[in-house]
């Protein structure tokens, strides 16, 4: 994005922009990095004391330009969530220390710096269309208020659903057809585009019915417990990203998705074995 600015004078840093140059969608390649983030924070607490001073700085300025990726990036949904979720580590790490106070600190600093970052450009123009009273009207192919899209994405798929296929599901090949007639009722682009729920619970129930979206959720939610009460949190921060990344976006429709994981899935089982031996 420099080279092609300073070389070119074509600018990218921007979502869309950013996005023809990584070939990721802006939602996806955010959840990794704000993974990273995560698991950085993760790593530089439980290893503090053996830490070199050199090496935290030098992770405190990668995690700040990972912050500013997902900026440039402005995926809405994991930006919240990854704040959420810094400040609830923050309170959990330091009230376990017994320093709540310097936790409270923390929090409010994430806080103000997340304030921040919402109202600069880039980020304010992804939340106008969603708040701006004067979107809040459905005009077809010409509707920018991407809250009202998602609305009408969501409201088609659970149509769908409850009218026909909400026990066995429509098929994992035919589940568009279903949606297909409530996006051309409502004028939508969906329709041209075949876009799929953008929800990947609303997705797997859908194609698989109520028995695929019990399994999807007890995928989750058994690891889930199992990670937490084994304090196995790296494991536990990544799934509570994933579940809550895919309430605005079908990520497992996506091989990368499905193989990142399955890698951490299959990583995870190594080290609890590696573990278990010691």
Not at 141 to 162: D, P, Q, R, S, Y
Not at 200 to 226: D, V
Request: hydrophobic fraction near 45%.
């Amino acid at each position: 994005a420099i080279y092609l600015f300073l070389v070119k004078n074509e600018l990218h840093f921007y979502y869309k922009g950013m996005e023809e140059l990584i070939r990721i969608h802006s939602s996806y390649f955010s959840m990794y990095l704000a993974f990273s983030v995560l698991l950085i924070g993760l790593h530089t607490y439980h290893h503090w004391n053996s830490t070199r001073w050199f090496n935290i700085i030098l992770r405190i300025l990668l995690c700040t330009f990972f912050t500013f990726f997902m900026y440039v990036l402005a995926a809405r949904t994991v930006f919240f969530v990854l704040i959420l979720m810094m400040i609830g580590l923050s309170f959990y790490y330091f009230y376990k220390n017994k320093k709540l106070i310097l936790g409270i600190f923390l929090a409010v600093f994430i806080c103000i710096s997340a304030y921040y970052l919402l109202s600069l450009k880039n980020f304010y123009l992804r939340f106008y269309y969603v708040f701006h009273p004067k979107s809040w009207e459905w005009k077809g192919l010409e509707t920018k208020n991407e809250w009202l899209i998602k609305k009408v994405l969501w409201g088609c798929n659970l149509e769908a659903i409850l009218s026909s296929n909400w026990l066995m599901g429509a098929g994992t090949g035919d589940s568009w057809q279903s949606v297909m007639p409530c996006y051309k009722r409502w004028n939508f682009q969906g329709y041209e585009k075949k876009y799929n729920a953008h929800n990947q619970y609303l997705e797997t129930w859908l194609r698989m019915g109520i028995i695929g979206l019990a399994t999807l959720m007890t995928g989750f939610w058994i690891p889930l417990w199992k990670s937490l009460k084994r304090k196995y949190l790296y494991y536990a921060v990544f799934l509570t990203l994933f579940m809550f990344s895919i309430l605005t976006e079908s990520m497992l429709d996506r091989q990368f998705h499905r193989a990142l994981t399955a890698l951490r899935n299959r990583r995870t089982k190594v080290t609890r074995r590696v573990t278990s031996k010691k």
